[in-house]
């Protein structure tokens, strides 16, 4: 056993959903105590012994609570160093979770993907501070891993300024996706998107559809995307004009979606977000036409130190249902740096934080290729 690793606690929150089960099982794999919470022991459990039949000295255990009204008791109870918080959405979601981890001195990390909800975690630095505990939010795919591919863009190609970013995410049609993630992306569609610095016009959600290529799973229909991105990618990086997009797989959904975002924007009263778990059974309905493969690019044109244009893009693909195993990544990686000491206390965005090597390293395991064209 891992003496660094032997007296260290985690206990992630929604410990068994398609991201903190993955998390899980990474810890429990680097010699972590993990604590799995969520609603429903019996799916708690059988991910412990899953986990157990394939590595039986792992230290894992089950505590199963309501997060919304018995945080702070059992904290308290089991005393963690480090809570890692997976229960979206995190649209309309309030930072009370993350006040309620930092104020018993644990350090915390968010899988974030809304934009005000990372803003609003920035009202925690200074009890962060007080408290001497890292708090890292947004640690997913994005910004973590698009903040990456642009350092890693920056430094091979001696990039002085970025021109245009354009950043998209689409996943295989077959791959696992939960509730949470669906009614995220259902909570903007037709809506106005808040602006943000490297926007020139008025954007809304699900629209100005385009046809991204990659190297290896086939085309794709991508429309813009809510993501802290937006946000904190210009404050980081000297981007003049910067877009974040989404697609399916399928086109036929995809143009579904974009049915519903248009009626939306006409004026329909719709709030397609509350019919979530509906929507999410029907665009199953897809998934004969539609595979276990998913890309990622981030399109780049810039200056280099020689006042020179060049135009790059990124990819990342991830074949055979191994894609639900990136946006894990981020939160495996903060966890590791913080439970070994390397940390900055304070709140911090997932911004920068992790280099591209250390994120590919975590996914040696896995079907993923990246390619620069």
Known sequence: MNTTTDSKHVLVLGGYGTFGSRIVRALCDKGYLVTINGRHFHQAQNLKLSILAHNINARVKVSCFDVGQQLKVHLNKLKPDLVIHTCGPF???????????????????????????????????ALAQSKQV???????????L????LTYLKNKFKIQHFNQVDIGISPGQRTPRGLATTQAVLSYLGKPMRSWQG???KKYGWMDTYLQTYPNVKERLMSNCEAPDLDLLPGYFNIKKL???????????HRCIGLLAWLIRLGVPLKPEKHAQGLLKMSRWFDRFGSCDGGMHVHVMAEDGSDQLLEKTW???????????????????????????????????????????????????????????
Do not use: W
């Open 91 to 125: 649209q309309g979601q309030d930072t009370t979770i993350a006040r309620t981890i930092i104020k018993t001195g644990a350090h915390c990390i968010d899988l974030a993907d809304s934009r005000d909800y990372v803003n609003q975690m920035s009202e925690l630095d």
């Open 134 to 144: 890292s708090a890292i939010t947004a640690a997913s795919t994005v910004p973590a």
């Open 146 to 149: 698009s903040s990456a591919a």
């Open 199 to 201: 926007n020139p016009t």
């Open 243 to 253: 877009s974040f997009a989404a697609g399916m797989e399928s086109k036929s959904l």
């Open 315 to 373: 990819f990342i693909e991830a074949f055979n249902n191994h894609g639900p195993q990136i946006p894990a990544v981020p939160a495996i990686v903060m966890a590791d740096k913080i439970l070994t000491g390397d940390y900055q206390i304070g709140v911090l965005p997932c911004v920068n934080l992790i280099s591209l090597e250390e994120y590919l390293r975590e996914l040696t395991d896995c079907e993923i290729k990246t390619t620069t064209a």
